[in-house]
């Protein structure tokens, strides 16, 4: 009964394998698995030749930007395909390039080479992924201008304070003041200044005098422009792939604001004239005080200041009179430098002074005359006096001559004056004091204002970097258009990349994409691909396991012991079948041949038997012969087989018939009879057909 049961396992066994593998799910219950993504293939026509196109689609956010949605990996086509990869869903800043490709060719055996092989190695049965920001500067603008205009006023109780000059400063003060804070406007620095706050630029009038509704302060402008800048950082950081590429134009409000604030005149550039020309006032009348009360010239011991002069070489000094006070004849006064300039031409001049043993004049020009002045800028002459050489005077003039030379016109006659000191008083000194903070605070105002309007300048600069390079998107997105680089088919961008045919190889390489901003941001990672340019074949070779239903019997003699039983017990031979089965597997050479057609369309319609892209099924259909060696029964004998194959990638499954040999009692004998004494049991062979199914993998050509 044990014996009965052994026989029908492998029907058992085979009727268990096609249930798992004809069984559509484990689980009613169980949702249907979703394809994979994976890279769609197609294959086209364009201008007269068949492309295959291999689709790469990259995402949009909020999903992996740096990624496509399926890298085209272990894609294959048929031999000498001509392959596009055809980059989509690109957003006007991708520039995207083909790195290098390495092709790897493919071993190719014959299939008859292999086939011999294969079935000489048959044996028994044996299974094995900003802009400048100047809000801190005119805070400090501002915190000066407030020093300055809170200096406290003298009351008029002494000389100083009851000059007119000092009156004018004064006021000179109030006026600069004034006008400085409507320069300079009402900055905030805990505001940002973001794109809530962008204003369109029309609404302000560049060319407004201080005080009108559309002047532009200062503090306005620095917002505006932070403002724009950040608006235009944002639009250029936007997703415009897909169809949202369309939303990429020079055109968008954002753009064309920033466009206009960095075109924007700024007014206190223009401005700082008049404040400039205020500051000078105040500082010839503090100078005039000094002379009068204190005999102290403020500054740098300059005499008077730089007039505006003529383009032609005219020599002229930049003061007439010179004044030096001294306290008592041991002291001495500090050097004055007299200037020297000839508007903006090179010219050369003497100096003459009057003898007199109290003053001298020094230059590096003097002693190897005559004295140059530059193409920009003065020549200075260091004027020192000497009261102890008076002569007993107290006070005495005298006067140095600038004269043109070498065909140079224009001269100068400066008077000196060297006198002693009257002691100032106390509220003389404070006075002075006072105009001296007034003038230094306004310059120092002045100085700000100066670097604000840098600072502005600046901060427009980088706002029309900034939209230049957009602009330089744009255009270099139109050309790529008119070049044929890229294509908008459907409102969405399109870059192929053309890899040519091959043959019987894998080609491996890499696409990468960078930002047109720059030429160097990656904007996507390194795509990979792998391409592998291979038919399947119409001949080949394969190897595998053939599960037979031919009855396997082994013909020998079974003995029976004798009847009635004797004392030691006898035994008769008979002959009889000593082993059986009604299955058996076989190793088998399978040769094919391909008779159907066969899709590398990676698309929704293909089979999958994993959960990758990767694992997808190429169906093909064979005519299939087999030869392999039998042992199973009792010898290594040759057998057949002739049936279809269904191809599923390289693995093989064939339904046929199997020609098998099976023993038979010869030389008219029959079974279960008794055998002579002496006699071999004669055995014939013979091929019988059996119903058969095979399981094999492509061995050859590859």
């Not at 490709?101 to 028994?124: C, D, K, N, W, Y």
């Not at 406290?152 to 304070?161: G, H, L």
Request: aromatic share 8%; hydrophobic share 40%; glycine share 8%.
């Amino acid at each position: 009964m044990n014996a009965q049961r052994n026989r029908h396992w492998p029907v058992f066994l085979w009727l268990g394998v096609c249930a798992v593998l004809v069984s559509p799910s484990n689980g009613q219950d169980k949702p249907p698995i979703k394809p994979p993504v994976i890279t769609p293939v197609t294959t086209t026509v364009i201008d007269g030749r068949i492309v295959t196109r291999i689709v790469i689609q990259l995402q949009n956010a909020p999903n992996n930007m740096m990624e496509p949605a399926a890298e085209p990996r272990r894609i294959q086509v048929d031999d000498r395909a001509n392959v596009d990869l055809v980059l989509t869903n690109l957003s006007p800043f991708d520039v995207c390039t083909l790195g290098g490709r390495t092709p790897a060719p493919t071993a190719e055996t014959s299939v008859a080479e292999s086939l011999v092989s294969t079935i000489a190695s048959l044996g028994s049965l044996g299974i094995p992924p900003g802009a400048t920001n100047v809000t801190q500067q005119l805070l400090q603008s501002t915190t000066m201008l407030t020093e300055m205009m809170t200096i406290p006023k003298t009351s008029p109780a002494c000389k100083v304070t009851n000059d007119p000059e000092y009156t004018k400063l004064v006021q000179f003060r109030d006026d600069f003041g004034t006008l400085a804070k409507q320069f300079i406007g009402k900055p905030d620095l805990a505001r940002t200044c973001g794109k809530d706050d962008v204003i369109p630029a029309e609404q302000f009038d560049s060319t407004a005098e201080p005080g009108q509704p559309k002047f532009l302060s200062q503090a306005d402008l620095s917002c505006q422009i932070d403002a724009a800048s950040r608006s235009l950082a944002i639009y250029a950081a936007g997703d415009f792939r897909g169809t949202s590429q369309k939303d990429f134009s020079l055109a968008k409000a954002a753009v064309v604001n920033a466009k206009n604030w960095y075109a924007m005149s700024i007014p206190s550039v223009a401005g700082a004239g008049k404040l400039q020309a205020l500051v000078d006032e105040m500082s010839n009348w503090a100078s005039d005080l000094h002379k009068k009360y204190d005999f102290k010239v403020p500054g740098d011991g300059a005499a008077g200041v730089s007039l505006a002069l003529p383009a032609a070489p005219v020599v002229t000094a930049a003061a007439q009179d010179l004044t030096f006070t001294y306290t008592d004849a041991g002291s001495t006064p500090d050097p004055q430098t007299l200037k020297v300039s000839s508007g903006g031409a090179a010219a050369t001049f003497s100096v003459t002074v009057s003898p007199k043993d109290w003053i001298s004049v020094s230059a590096p020009c003097l002693s190897s005359p005559p004295c140059r002045t530059g193409t920009s800028g003065t020549s200075n002459l260091v004027v020192t006096v000497d009261p102890s050489r008076l002569g007993g005077k107290s006070m005495d003039t005298t006067s140095i001559t600038i004269a043109g030379t070498s065909g140079v016109t224009g001269s100068a006659i400066v008077n000196v004056t060297l006198k002693p000191a009257p002691s100032p008083t106390a509220c003389d000194l404070d006075s002075l004091l006072e105009a001296d903070k007034i003038l230094d605070g306004a310059k120092a105002v002045m100085t700000l204002i100066t670097a604000n309007n840098t600072g502005l300048q600046t901060a427009q600069a980088a706002v029309k970097t900034n939209y230049m390079t957009l602009a330089k998107v744009s255009d270099d997105f139109t050309v790529r258009q008119k070049l044929g680089i890229v294509t908008v088919p459907g409102g969405i961008v399109v870059q192929e990349f053309n890899l040519g045919t091959d043959r019987k190889a894998t080609i491996t390489g890499t696409l990468s994409c960078v930002s047109d901003l720059d030429g160097k941001t990656p904007t996507t990672d390194a795509i990979n691909f792998s391409i592998l340019y291979q038919d399947v074949p119409h001949w080949s070779a394969s190897a595998g396991l053939l599960t037979s239903f031919q009855r396997k019997r082994i013909i020998g003699f079974v003995d029976e012991p004798v009847t009635p039983a004797t004392t030691p017990p006898t035994f008769n031979s008979y002959f009889g079948i000593t082993d059986q089965a009604r299955a058996q597997v076989i190793p088998m050479a399978f040769v094919n041949y391909r008779f159907t057609n066969y899709s590398f369309k990676y698309d929704k319609h293909m089979s999958y038997y994993g959960s990758t892209k990767e694992s997808t099924l190429v169906w093909t259909g064979h005519i299939t012969a087999g030869i392999g060696v039998n042992s199973n029964n009792g010898a290594n004998q040759p057998e057949f087989f002739l049936g279809f194959a269904l191809g599923l990638n390289r693995f093989l499954i064939h339904p046929g018939v199997h020609f098998g040999r099976m023993q038979s009692l010869g030389g008219g004998y029959a079974l279960n009879t008794l055998a002579p004494t002496g006699v071999t049991p004669p055995i014939d062979w013979s091929y019988h057909p059996a119903f058969s199914i095979g399981f094999s993998v492509r061995l050859a050509p590859y």
